[in-house]
């Protein structure tokens, strides 16, 4: 029988030559899975026509949308999961949701390989295939970009030798990737770190510095779960989508940064998040006001770590799984509103407000109101205080000077 390969394909160049390049190269069938994580853009059924004029004998598009948005994105932001404490993640977090599709589809059609078209520079490469690792084992990984000398020139040459139906021209001079949680943009006159990115690099966002009148929004959380938007019940997938569009228009959410690739490499990059950075800013607004003092410092560390192993391309290690059980019992009481403006390129929190609030009024007004005995204070400070100032005594004693 017919060896056969499962590519994750995008519909672009690369992963277009891939097919054919795949298929010469091995004397394998190429089986094409798209995965639709809310990138937008082309027509997912134009992807699956690509796939097939590119020769691939089984071409699938998957709605993943949903699934993206609650099994991937909510785990996020339950984290506040933000990589070098700025970036929410984006590309990181849709790889493990098309890798799980990918081997299924593998299962499926009886596939022996799996198959990317990442280079070796970057985090992707890493992520698709110690997901690969984890849940299938048996496969074998094939990685033409990096391995067997699939250049951009040769991909470009390969494609008008074989008159494959893709417009070359068309092609960008940045590398994007985008999916409901955001849009990374890198490459091009952006590797000039000093180069300011021009407008024309955006495309979630409007240009935050236009005047223009502001936007509020309550979003409501059930344990950490958002589930409503100015009261109307919504998906997941619906509240990061209307909040990328409104937060958006405001400008909210850019970012600009060199990042520490896991391969070692500094490198720039440019995201726009405007429904993430809004849901976290939120998310964690509330768990300000709802979680109890030692367990939210305890959390941050378990949120470094979690963005760190998803960055890493460690989504299903069994550490990630862990974590995830930590967030979901710290999440019990996170549920209440939160009301935010969107202005200026910003998401602002502006109120709060639930029956799991640990504020309370008595506790901290100095009105006349006031339920806080300050006469307690004192005593609480001198036994605080007393390892300090008995460290203090020794060390001037030990000094010779007064006061021992
Ligand atoms: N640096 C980001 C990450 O590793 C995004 C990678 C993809 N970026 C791109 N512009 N193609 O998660």
């Known amino acids: 029988m017919t060896e056969r390969v499962v590519l994750a394909y995008s519909g672009g160049l690369d992963t277009s030559v891939a097919i054919g390049w795949i298929a010469a190269e091995t004397g394998a069938e190429v089986i094409a899975v798209a995965a639709d994580v809310g990138q937008g853009g082309e027509d997912m059924t134009v992807i699956r ?26 785990p996020a932001l339950r984290a506040n999961a933000l990589y070098m404490d ?38 992707d490469q890493v992520r698709f295939e110690v997901g690969f690792g984890a849940l299938a084992p048996d496969l074998r ?3 033409p970009v990096r391995d067997s000398g699939m250049t951009r020139d040769k991909a470009i040459a390969f ?12 092609s960008s001079p940045y590398s994007i990737d985008q999916n409901v949680w955001g849009r990374a943009v890198e490459t091009g006159f952006l590797e000039d770190i000093w180069n300011g990115p021009i407008e024309d690099v955006y495309s979630y966002t409007a240009d935050p510095t236009v005047p223009r009148e502001p936007d509020e929004v309550v979003i409501t959380f059930v344990h950490g779960v958002p589930v409503a938007l100015d009261g109307r019940q919504l998906s997941m997938l619906q509240i990061i989508t209307e909040l990328n569009t409104r ?10 940064m060199v990042e520490d690739r896991l391969v070692g490499i500094k490198s720039r990059e440019v995201y726009e998040c405007p429904g993430a950075i809004t849901l976290i800013t939120a998310h964690q607004e509330l768990e300000n006001v709802t979680v109890e003092r030692d367990l939210a410092r305890f959390k941050r560390g378990v949120e470094q770590r979690w963005g760190e192993l998803a960055y890493d391309g460690l989504w299903f290690s069994p ?31 502006t ?15 100095y009105d006349a ?22 460290a203090a005594h020794r060390d001037r004693r030990l000094a010779g000077g007064a006061g021992a």
């Open 247 to 256: 937060a958006g228009a405001q400008g909210a959410g850019r970012l600009d």
């Open 86 to 123: 700025r970036y929410p993640l984006v590309s990181a977090l849709s790889r493990p949701v098309i890798v799980k599709h990918m081997v299924e589809a593998a299962r499926r059609y009886g596939a022996s390989a799996l198959a990317h078209g990442c280079t070796g520079k970057g985090n």
């Open 141 to 143: 990984v094939l990685a």
């Open 319 to 349: 550490l990630r799984r862990a974590l995830d059980t930590f967030i979901d019992t710290a999440s019990q009481h996170v549920s209440g509103d939160v009301r935010l403006t969107l202005h200026g390129g910003r998401a602002v929190v």
């Open 49 to 74: 026509e690509r796939a097939l004029a590119c020769g691939a004998v089984e071409a699938e598009v998957l709605d993943l949308k949903d699934e993206f948005a609650d099994d991937h994105c909510l």
């Open 369 to 390: 109101e006031d339920t806080f005995d300050q006469s307690l204070a004192k005593g609480f400070i001198e036994l605080w205080g007393l390892p300090s100032k008995r």
């Open 351 to 365: 109120g709060r407000r639930g029956v799991a609030s640990l504020y309370d009024y008595g506790l901290a007004t």
């Open 159 to 170: 494609a008008a030798e074989q008159a494959l139906p893709i417009d070359v021209t068309k």
